[in-house]
T-cell receptor, first 113, second 116 residues
Framework: DVKVTQSSRYLVKRTGEKVFLECVQDMDHENMFWYRQDPGLGLRLIYFSYDVKMKEKGDIPEGYSVSREKKERFSLILESASTNQTSMYLC????????????FGAGTRLSVL | AQSVTQLGSHVSVSEGALVLLRCNYSSSVPPYLFWYVQYPNQGLQLLLK??????LVKGINGFEAEFKKSETSFHLTKPSAHMSDAAEYFCAVRPGITGGGNKLTFGTGTQLKVEL
């Protein structure tokens, strides 16, 4: 079974803090993704990575950065958390190949106070 | 660019009734289409996918979807709803070409409620 593990299920942070969300996959997938999920907006892509040290902006990258130093790990960084970044964050991974599905972690619910 | 529209953010059905969740897509190239389900406090899991083979696709838990190019639709159906089907359902699209890192564009989701 593919396993995508997000390090925290729930996080509470204060405005201005630097926040790290970690995601690890165990299937040697090339591609990894970070989404945020908000009611009525579905999933919106923040950043994705198609290889180690490679990254591309998604639809809503402002206020976020990412790091992929190892193939299995993809980190999402909020440099200075703000209240409008309170959301559910989902990580996903997929191997190369057009028809391959994305496998999701359980999500991290982040509250910024 | 591709996009997905899910009609109806909330759908309510009786147990045993037909489930129909609507999805229309827009894509400049032949698409790959997916339906995902999200149970409370969980990540998304794949229900089924269309990748240009048979237009009627069968998935897990008795769900199926039909790709209709003329209508640009990929509606999800299940003949008889069960209480355990209560969840949020997402339709997603990606271009059916290589490259792009398998990026998906998701719809805004449909919350399915199943009543006794």
């Amino acid at each position: 079974d593919v396993k995508v593990t997000q390090s925290s299920r729930y996080l509470v942070k204060r405005t201005g803090e630097k926040v790290f969300l970690e995601c690890v996959q165990d299937m040697d997938h090339e591609n990894m993704f970070w989404y945020r999920q908000d009611p009525g907006l579905g999933l919106r892509l923040i950043y994705f990575s198609y290889d180690v040290k490679m990254k591309e902006k998604g639809d809503i990258p402002e206020g976020y950065s990412v790091s992929r130093e190892k193939k299995e790990r993809f980190s999402l960084i909020l440099e200075s958390a703000s209240t409008n970044q309170t959301s559910m964050y989902l990580c996903a991974s997929t191997p190369r190949g057009a028809g391959n599905i994305q496998y999701f972690g359980a999500g991290t619910r982040l509250s910024v106070l | 660019a591709q996009s997905v529209t899910q009609l109806g953010s909330h759908v309510s059905v009786s147990e045993g009734a037909l489930v129909l969740l609507r999805c229309n897509y827009s894509s400049s190239v032949p698409p790959y289409l997916f339906w995902y389900v999200q149970y409370p406090n969980q990540g998304l899991q794949l229900l089924l996918k269309y990748t240009s083979a048979a237009t009627l696709v069968k998935g897990i838990n008795g769900f199926e979807a039909e790709f209709k190019k003329s209508e640009t639709s990929f509606h999800l159906t299940k003949p008889s709803a069960h209480m355990s089907d209560a969840a949020e359902y997402f339709c997603a699209v990606r271009p059916g070409i290589t490259g792009g890192g398998n990026k998906l564009t998701f719809g805004t989701g449909t919350q399915l409620k199943v009543e006794l």
